[in-house]
Structures are given as structure tokens and as C-alpha cells.
């Protein structure tokens, strides 16, 4: 290897975090062309994990690192259902949530090198009324720096709970929501006002009444979407779901 590659090669490894995929742009920020990564990695230099997209040979991806990547491409990614609930600690008793839940404002595929490593699925959710690239109460994971976008709890629950009668069975929605008793209910409120599903808000407040939890007396029925004065009716593998205003 030439002195000039080898300083080069050199400084791209200090400059990069382990764990980390790097875009083509990411590696051209760094010095290196797209020509020359694609030299390196007939080389072995790099490991190439789709096109444009690559990582350090024997590296162990990041899921974090990995998240932060793809949230650049798809907009509103985020960490949301029952993956943010686990996250922050609300899980069901013994529950093994081995599927990652990811929610996004547009149509995507996750990548198959993403997959392949954690296993994950996409939900496409426009459940708030709210700016596509900067969801509403989702943040970076316990507020560190470049932690990815993970939903609040306040959220992520209203998220599973919109799931309920397409693919998420109501009972353990309804074992989710017991576990909630200390959300903010000042936030709750907020979302459950910029909610576009009736279904999601009404649930919402007949699980909190139905479970007694502390955050549902002081949610005021009359100042939230409730929808008509028509009961919400729902037939799935559950059975029958009604839902009254």
C-alpha cells in the first residue's frame, strides 16, 4: 500500500466510531472518494453492506449508530409501539419483544442489512396531526447526544393502541396499558388533542377508565376528538370491539 493510501486508510479509522455505517457522502466528508471506497473494499479495507452504504471489516454493528443513519434517508423515523415501551421500561410480565417497531411518516423499506442483524418491522403512522420531520414527542433516547429518535411513553402507547383490530390483539394492549399508571397526563392530553384516529382516542380513555389508572381522571372526554355520538364498532380476530364515545 502506497504512503499517501495508508495515511489516508489511517485517518478514516480514527475518524470512525466502531459500530457505525457510513454513506458514501459520509466517507467523501472523510477524504475518500467513492471510487477509492469502492477500491478499498475489493481490498478489504471495508466491508460493504449495500450500495453506498458501508462499515469496518469485522465490525459489530450499532443499533443505535445504525438508527441514526436511516433516520436521515426516511422521514419521521423513530423507535415507537411497544419497542419505545420497552425501552423506557413499560413491558408486559416475562414479555420478549424481539421484533423491533419502527414508525416513519413515508412508504420505506428497511434495508436487509438492517434486518438481517435486528430483526425489525415498519409502520408507516400518521396517527398526529404534526410536522412529518419533527414528530411530535419522540426525542432522542433518554435526551443523550446522537441517541436515536424514540417515541415518549405517552406516545408510544397511543401508538400500539391504534394497532388494535388490524395487528396488535387487544388483550395485550390492554396488559400494556396497565402498566402505564405514571404517564404525564398533560402530555397525553396534548397528543390524544392532535390525534387523527377516533378508534386510538376513544381506546385510549376506556382503558384508563376500565383500568383505574391515575392519568385517565384527568383527561376531560368533551375537550378531546371523540368523534360522532355513534359508537366505534370493530369486528377482528378479538371478536367484536365498541367503542363509545
Known amino acids: 500500500m502506497a504512503t499517501t493510501e495508508r495515511t489516508k486508510l489511517n485517518y478514516l479509522y480514527r475518524q470512525w466510531a466502531p459500530g457505525t455505517p457510513l454513506t458514501s457522502e459520509d466517507l467523501a466528508a472523510l477524504g475518500v472518494s467513492a471510487d ?32 441514526i443513519l436511516m433516520q436521515r434517508s426516511t422521514e419521521g423515523l423513530h423507535v415507537g409501539g411497544k419497542s419505545a415501551l420497552d425501552w423506557y421500561g413499560v413491558r408486559q410480565y416475562l414479555s420478549q419483544h424481539s421484533i423491533l417497531h419502527l414508525y ?17 418491522e415498519y409502520h408507516r403512522k400518521r396517527l398526529f396531526d404534526e410536522p412529518p420531520a419533527d414528530p411530535l ?51 397525553l392530553r396534548e397528543l390524544l388533542q392532535r390525534c387523527t384516529s377516533v378508534k386510538t382516542v376513544r381506546l385510549c380513555l376506556q382503558l384508563g377508565r376500565e383500568l383505574a389508572l391515575p392519568w385517565a381522571t384527568k383527561l376531560d372526554a368533551a375537550q378531546l376528538p371523540t368523534g360522532s355520538a355513534r359508537a366505534w364498532v370493530s ?8 367503542l363509545k364515545p
Not at 416513519?104 to 425489525?120: H, I, K, S, V, Y
Open 104 to 120: 416513519g411518516w413515508t412508504t420505506a423499506r428497511l434495508p436487509d442489512w438492517f434486518t438481517e442483524r435486528f430483526p425489525a
Open 235 to 242: 369486528r377482528s380476530a378479538d371478536g367484536l370491539l365498541v
Open 137 to 187: 414527542y419522540a426525542g432522542p433516547f433518554e435526551k443523550r447526544n446522537g441517541a436515536p429518535l424514540v417515541s415518549t411513553p405517552e406516545r408510544a402507547l397511543l401508538e400500539v393502541l391504534s394497532e388494535v383490530g388490524v395487528r396488535q390483539p387487544l388483550q395485550e394492549a390492554r396488559e400494556l396499558a396497565e402498566s402505564t399508571y405514571g404517564l404525564r397526563a398533560d402530555v
Open 36 to 67: 477509492l471506497a469502492v477500491h478499498y473494499a475489493r481490498a478489504g479495507w471495508l466491508s460493504r453492506l449495500a450500495r453506498g452504504v458501508y462499515h469496518r471489516p469485522n465490525d459489530t454493528l450499532d443499533l443505535h449508530a445504525c438508527l
